[in-house]
């Protein structure tokens, strides 16, 4: 029960003035303080038990939070403790949030560039201090008199994670519209988990929903583990594919696939926003990124009521995929009832706990099964091409089918009792070249896709592992070919067929890489250097990067030539810090970095 604090009520040099409102975190107050002409706000955390272990562990975490310093992260003034329940005062900002901004609709590119820059700079500097937010949404982005945002909240959701939850076993708190795949199965939580809301953020701003729009709580943790959202362009037809490419590579499942700064990852989308790509360009990358996935069967979760497994607003109302929930196994707990309700009414509260722990079972089983994989003999073939394709983590004699895009060309299977796949898919002739994609489907929902690259006939390619080359003879003779032995019966000699070309083998495609002019640089005046880049993407944009301490200190953008190269100047200013840094130079399709040094002189 929230602790109620009367105007007047003195907390330290703060006097409480008024009744704010109420956050997922507790009650908010206006106070002032006299001296200073300073108005602050007061959080009352009252999901924090009141124990010792639990205050000792808010006041290390509270001076953690308290030491941040950053235009872009609320000023925390002071904390303490009022009749043994833990509060914060923090700096008031009287605009609205971010979410009362994207509540008008879809942000142009510039303003949300411009917020998500301030907003990735603040999440930068935190990350630097090892200071993780774990719940960036709009609803905590307050916004300035100058539309600055600021982020706010920042570290709460660690101080009520293992406190008032701590008997809860399996427990992750966050919100789900904007939480990252490994805070909803309860793994370590670390900066990239901030990335991924960030990139979900960005997500909403440019198509006016979140990624996974229209779905309720359980499914909506589920999507997050098990499935990739809709591109951005499926929402917003005027953003390209390298938009696309940008933001579904901060939304990857797999932490380490994620952009390595929140700057670098705004980085890259300003210059996808930039980037005028050709139609022909379009065309090609486009076959990647097609026929977004049909919205998951609905699963029945509608329970009146989630009283021992989320932790509600406090107005009782059920819980929206933008607010702040506590989702958990918990143990069964006793419901009293009073003695003048009827047995009628205490079968009905039975019922409904049991409902509430079964929907639970449910949304447990369905997080916690491994992520179906897919996986082909070959990425690089010819049309006509037969390739042998496995997939894993497909629920058992499950009826599907793969689907080769741009054109949809299917290929029906079914799985065995491991729920394992093997199905052999010839590349159609017609297909055309380019980059296509091979999804895994069933129930009107795919679950997993790969790429494979289709090349001209008689392009030099390198062979992949488990290629089977097309095979149907050519009818005309080989001019070369020499006659057989054995004339027939007409007896003129027959011309031996000519084999299918077999493309010769070629050096495989080198990966990424950069070279530096300098690898030297210092703490007080920092340094510059000439950054080459090798094969990568001709014509994508790439981001240069500084960083050091997970903290972005330089960036520099250019071009790929058609030669897949470039070479741009990146100048890093002084106040280093003395050891390793690291240098990476990114376009949308993949990095490659190389570390420097940073000495004293």
């Not at 009650?27 to 999901?47: F, N, P, S």
């Not at 001076?63 to 235009?71: D, F, G, S, T």
């Not at 997993?448 to 290629?467: A, F, I, Q, Y």
Request: charged share 15%; net charge neutral.
């Amino acid at each position: 029960m929230a602790l109620s604090i009367a105007p007047g009520t003195k907390l330290g040099q703060y006097e409480v003035q008024d009744f704010i409102g109420q956050g997922a975190m507790g009650l908010v107050y206006r106070a002032y303080h006299v001296q200073l002409e300073r108005t602050g706000a007061v959080k009352v955390l009252q999901g924090i038990a009141p124990d010792p272990v639990t205050t000792s562990r808010f006041r290390h975490e509270a001076q953690a939070i308290a030491q941040m310093r950053h235009p872009n992260i609320l000023n925390v003034y002071d904390f303490g403790e009022h009749e043994g329940m833990p509060y914060m005062i923090v700096e008031y900002v009287p605009g609205g949030s971010l979410a009362n901004r994207l509540g008008q609709g879809p942000l142009d590119p510039g303003a949300a560039l411009r917020y998500l820059r301030g907003i990735g700079a603040g999440l930068d500097y935190a990350h630097g201090l090892g200071i993780v937010h774990r719940d960036v949404k709009p609803a905590n982005i307050l916004l300035e008199k100058d539309d600055t945002p600021v982020l706010a909240d920042f570290g709460l959701v660690k101080l009520m994670q293992g406190t008032s939850l701590r008997s809860m076993t399996g427990v992750t708190t966050g919100t789900p519209a904007y939480m990252a795949p490994e805070q909803v199965t309860g793994k370590d939580v670390g900066p990239a988990a901030d990335r991924y809301s960030l990139a979900s953020i960005a997500y909403e701003m440019l198509t006016g929903v979140i990624p996974f729009d229209g779905e309720g709580l359980i499914e909506l943790l589920y999507a997050q583990v098990h499935r990739d959202s809709p591109l951005p362009s499926s929402r917003n037809a005027s953003l390209s594919p390298a938009v696309d490419a940008v933001i579904m590579r901060g939304l990857a499942k797999d932490p380490a696939a994620r952009w390595v700064t929140c700057i670098a990852f705004v980085d890259a989308l300003a210059a996808a926003l930039a980037t005028k790509v050709e139609p022909a360009m379009a065309q090609t990358m486009g076959r990647t990124m097609v026929l977004a996935p049909v919205a998951a069967p609905t699963i029945a979760l509608a329970p009146p009521a989630l009283p021992a497994t989320a932790a509600l607003p406090a107005n009782g109302h059920k819980p929206s995929p933008s607010t702040t929930v506590a989702v958990a196994f918990p143990m069964a707990t006793t419901q009293p009832v009073a003695k003048r309700e009827s047995r009628k009414r205490l079968i009905a509260v039975v019922a409904g706990d049991v409902l509430a722990l079964l929907l639970l079972g449910v949304a447990g089983y369905l997080v916690a099964q491994p992520r179906p994989t897919l996986a082909l003999s070959a990425y690089t073939v010819y049309p006509g091409d037969t390739i042998f394709a496995t997939a894993s983590h497909v629920p058992a004699n499950q009826a599907g089918e793969l689907q080769l895009l741009s054109a949809v060309h299917l290929y029906p299977f079914r799985s065995d009792a491991n729920g394992d796949v093997t199905a052999n898919l010839t590349v159609p002739r017609d297909i055309g070249a380019g980059v296509h994609t091979v999804k895994l489907c069933w129930a009107s929902q795919c679950h997993s896709s790969v790429t494979v690259h289709v090349v001209e006939p008689g392009t030099s390619v390198s062979p992949t592992p488990g290629t089977i080359p097309s095979t149907t003879p050519d009818a005309s003779p080989s001019p070369t070919a020499a006659p057989t032995s054995n004339p027939t019966p007409g007896g003129g000699p027959t011309p031996a067929p000519r084999p299918s070309p077999i493309p010769s083998p070629s050096p495989a495609p080198l990966p990424r890489s950069i070279s530096l002019s300098s690898t030297h640089f210092t703490v007080l005046s920092g340094g510059s250097t000439t950054v080459s880049g090798s094969h990568f993407r001709p014509g994508s944009a790439v981001t240069i990067t500084f960083v050091q301490n997970s903290a972005t200190k330089a960036t520099a953008t250019t071009v790929v030539s058609a030669s897949g190269s470039y070479a741009q100047l990146l100048t890093v200013p002084g106040l280093l810090a003395l050891g390793p840094a690291t240098i990476s130079a990114c376009d949308p399709f993949g990095c490659a970095s190389q570390a420097v040094t940073v000495t004293a002189v």
